[in-house]
């Protein structure tokens, strides 16, 4: 597995930037207002059963996956998804780092493991999150005031 990175990625409508969580990914996750996520299919597939429905089932995505062209990815447009949360959320999964987290940063992954079903994926992380001391850097209570 390689790191994920940010590329320019230029089409028709203009530069975009694009986060790579998997290179040539056939998936483009429009997370939030502008944050776009490249991934493959596949990983989000193995890493949620949410995802998994929607890919393989008869819903709008699934039939876009199944019908799109070679080497061009589909568009799940997610807007009312945290774009930050969403990006570590992948990273961590993939393996790409990610793992130093505040409170603030956790609470809304947490949120959208939630919401995809995605909450035993991290269990195993849940130890070291959990273990976090409030005085090494990691401020709780500043997290929400």
């Known amino acids: 597995m390689s790191a994920s990175s940010s590329t320019l ?5 203009g530069a975009s930037n694009i986060t790579k969580i998997c290179q040539n990914g056939d998936v483009i996750l429009a997370v939030g207002p502008k944050e776009k996520i490249q991934v493959a299919s596949d990983f989000l597939k193995h890493i949620s059963p949410v995802f998994k429905a929607m890919l393989d089932g008869p819903m709008s ?19 009312e ?8 959320l992948l990273r961590i999964l993939y393996g790409a ?23 035993d994926r991290l269990k195993h992380f849940g130890l070291g999150w959990v273990r976090m001391d409030v005085d090494d850097n990691h401020p709780f209570d500043a997290d929400f005031r």
């Open 9 to 13: 990625i230029r089409g028709s409508g």
């Open 97 to 119: 780092g990610g793992l130093d987290l505040t409170f603030k940063e956790l609470y809304d992954v947490i949120i959208l493991t939630d919401k995809y079903d995605m909450t």
């Open 61 to 79: 995505e699934g039939e876009a996956l199944r019908n799109k062209p070679p080497n061009s990815p589909i568009t799940i447009s997610l807007p």
């Open 81 to 88: 998804d945290n774009p930050v949360a969403m990006r570590r």
